[in-house]
């Protein structure tokens, strides 16, 4: 399969399946925005509670912050976003479209779409200009430029600028950890693959304060830390590796980056950051406001700023290498089906549970489990339309694992079977014990 019949098929099913949308579709669609439907905002909030779960509730050392999407515009002074946040463009006089400098052989020309940007004679590629990345808006009823703030083109500002706050506020020490997940926005010039690349999208980020000289040693940690989340939410992992960014590649901020990256159908791509941000943030952050940001150590009265160890996720990002990764064709009994081999710790639906006739009381007995397993808090799907076959086959799609089938002899006896979404095993246990069989397997 080519990287775009793989990217297509995803598309359509996760339109067809309710994870994905595009956004104002009955518009035409926005540009690189999308919806998330009924699955996909489950996948999601799974995706952010494990994060969350792992970064925050399972540690002592890293605190939660929900801070506010619009800041002071100096914080983007300080943070070098508003200097340098830029793509250099160049626009095309004859097709009248925007390319990044940068990746011209990777897009194509406005008005013959099988060649590149510059290669037709007709093209008339201007000089490159830089074109900032933060979307611009105005506070308050006035248009004018002492008005305008923008859209956060990342969580961790919020971050820095509360340091001193969450510090004092939960007692901790140095070293400590601010966690945040949020929306960012980035007029991205050259967005697309689905939701790998769009102009607004979630980021789960954490900043981790340590005193200079402790740096290094935290971003190992950090980095191994990172890596075993990603392979526990059941990603492959022969399709993870870092990249470690060279001289030329790091940000002004950074002494040291690594990406985490998947192998998209389009390739390796990043997944994920770790940067040692040093003390760049804080230090600008004490120069644009003229406040003191230093940690003092109650105990031993050491004073510094500290270093910053940084972790940077996207939640959309990770989503779409769910998907990814988890789909397959296959065939089955002499049939063809499309399964989301999602680990059930992330699958939207844990259990869809069939009556296997709509008669004798099986239906009454199957959404009775139903009901009981979504009171439990195990998201449940009861079904009794079509052939048994054809609900399987519907669940294997949606990426739900189990199946729960009540039959003739649930009537007598209690039991009832669950097919396994992978392996297509059953197995018949009493029905009495199906909320604790499934809380086992999520653990
Ligand atoms: P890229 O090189 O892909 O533009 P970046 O290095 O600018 O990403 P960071 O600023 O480090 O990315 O952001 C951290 C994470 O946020 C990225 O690893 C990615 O998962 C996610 N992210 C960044 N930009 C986008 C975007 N436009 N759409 C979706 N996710 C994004």
Not at 118 to 134: K, Q, V
Not at 354 to 373: M, N
Not at 392 to 408: F, H, I, K, L, N
Request: proline letters at 5%; one cysteine or more; hydrophobic letters at 35%.
């Amino acid at each position: 399969m080519s990287s775009s019949d793989t990217m297509e098929k995803l598309v359509s099913l996760a339109k067809r399946r309710g994870y994905v949308f595009q956004s104002s579709e009955i518009y035409g669609g926005t540009g690189s925005v999308w919806d998330y439907g009924p699955l996909g905002i489950e996948l999601k909030r799974n995706v952010k509670e494990l994060w969350w779960s792992r970064m925050v509730h399972q540690r002592d050392d890293v605190e939660g912050l929900d801070a506010a999407i619009l800041m002071h515009p100096r914080v983007w002074e300080a943070s070098g976003h508003v200097e340098g946040f830029t793509d250099p463009l160049v626009e095309c006089k004859a097709c009248k479209k925007r390319f990044r400098q940068d990746t011209l052989a990777d897009q194509a020309c406005g008005r013959k779409p099988s060649v590149t940007p510059g290669e037709d004679a007709a093209c008339e590629l201007g000089e490159p200009r830089l074109f900032n990345l933060m979307f611009r808006t105005f506070m308050g009823p006035v248009e004018d430029a002492a008005h305008t703030i923008y859209l956060r083109p990342e969580t961790a500002q919020g971050s820095y600028v509360n340091f001193l706050n969450v510090q004092t506020a939960a007692r901790q020490k140095v070293p400590f950890g601010i966690a945040q997940i949020g929306k960012a926005f980035r007029n991205e010039i050259t967005p697309g693959n689905f939701i790998f690349r769009t102009r607004e999208f979630e980021q789960a980020e954490m900043q981790f304060f340590v005193e200079p000289g402790t740096d290094d040693e935290w971003f190992d940690r950090w980095l191994e830390e990172r890596m075993a989340w990603h392979l526990s939410l059941g990603i492959r992992e022969d399709r993870l590796r870092i990249h470690e960014h060279g001289p030329g590649e790091l940000a002004h901020y950074a002494k040291k980056a690594v990406d985490i990256e998947y192998l998209f159908p389009f390739g390796w791509k990043e997944l994920e950051g770790v940067h040692n941000r040093t003390d760049f943030d804080l230090r600008r952050h004490e120069e644009f406001s003229g406040k003191r940001l230093q940690y003092i150590d109650s105990g031993g009265g050491k004073r510094f700023l500290p270093y910053v160890v940084e972790t940077a996720v996207g939640v959309d990002r990770t989503v779409l290498v769910l998907l990814t990764d988890a789909y397959r064709e296959e065939e089955v009994e002499g049939e063809e089906r499309v399964v989301l081999g999602l680990h059930p710790r992330v699958a939207p639906i844990k259990a869809a549970i069939f009556p296997l006739v709509k008669k004798d009381g099986l239906p009454e007995i199957a959404a009775r489990l139903a009901r009981e397993l979504r009171e439990a808090a195990i998201p449940s799907f009861y079904d009794e339309s079509g052939s048994i076959g054809r609900r399987y086959r519907r669940q294997d799609e949606a990426g739900t694992p189990w199946c729960v089938t009540v039959d003739g002899q649930t009537a007598e006896d209690g039991t009832v079977t669950i097919r396994d979404r992978d392996s297509l095993e059953q197995v018949r246990i009493d029905a009495s014990h199906l909320e604790g069989w499934i809380r086992e397997r999520l653990r």
